[in-house]
């Protein structure tokens, strides 16, 4: 069952006892369970409100293959990704396993095809809850950093992330990527735990 755990409304948001017109909603996704389910609560609130959505994907350019794929695994990430182009083969079903493990020829190409994907799932689940304006990105950088400076160069009204994801310290209580942005936002945040 997803919980709400925090909605943080920034002052100037509320109006007369109701939420103010949310027209953008940002939801950063990992591809982990908690960020897929942010998703789905972040689709069926823009739904609801008719509101526009942009999915987020960071990437994790500099993590070891090892780790990533010991973080897939602990957080349900995929058992296998489709349509994924790995550097120098065709397109086909592949395992996390064989990814992370190709990751080792070539992490950066790696890791970008995946977030692609992950981005790409996100928008089409989005699309199927029946959101009509769904966008994506994909971009490098610290994960807080960069949904905080998407959120502002986007004019986000409210970011949508999961409690715990798959940051470098995932055991990490709340999780310091959701914490920096709720604490650092200039827009409302919702978090999803």
């Avoid at 993590?63 to 990704?81: K, P, T």
């Avoid at 994506?136 to 970011?159: F, K, M």
Wanted: glycine fraction near 8%; proline fraction near 1%.
């Amino acid at each position: 069952m997803t919980t709400v755990n925090a909605i943080q409304l920034k002052s100037g948001r509320l109006a007369k006892g109701k939420m103010a017109m949310i027209r953008h909603i940002l939801v950063a996704t990992d591809g982990s369970e908690k960020a897929q389910e942010a998703v789905v609560l972040a689709a069926n609130f823009a739904r609801a409100v008719e509101a526009r959505v942009t999915i987020l994907h960071v990437i994790l350019h500099g993590v070891r293959a090892d780790e990533m794929n010991r973080l897939a695994r602990s957080e349900n990430l995929v058992r296998s990704v489709s349509g994924v182009v790995l550097p120098g083969q065709e397109q086909r079903f592949i395992s996390m396993h064989d990814l992370f493990q190709s990751a080792q020829v070539d992490i950066g190409e790696t890791v970008t095809a995946l977030g692609e994907r992950i981005a790409e799932d996100a928008a089409e689940e989005v699309r199927a809850i029946g959101v009509k304006d769904v966008s994506q990105r994909v971009e490098p950088g610290d994960y807080a950093d960069t949904v905080l400076a998407v959120s502002q160069e986007i004019g986000a009204d409210l970011i949508v992330v999961g409690s715990r994801g798959l940051g470098r310290l995932s055991g990490m209580v709340l999780g310091s990527v959701s914490q920096k942005i709720v604490q650092r936002a200039l827009c409302s945040v919702m978090l999803v735990r």
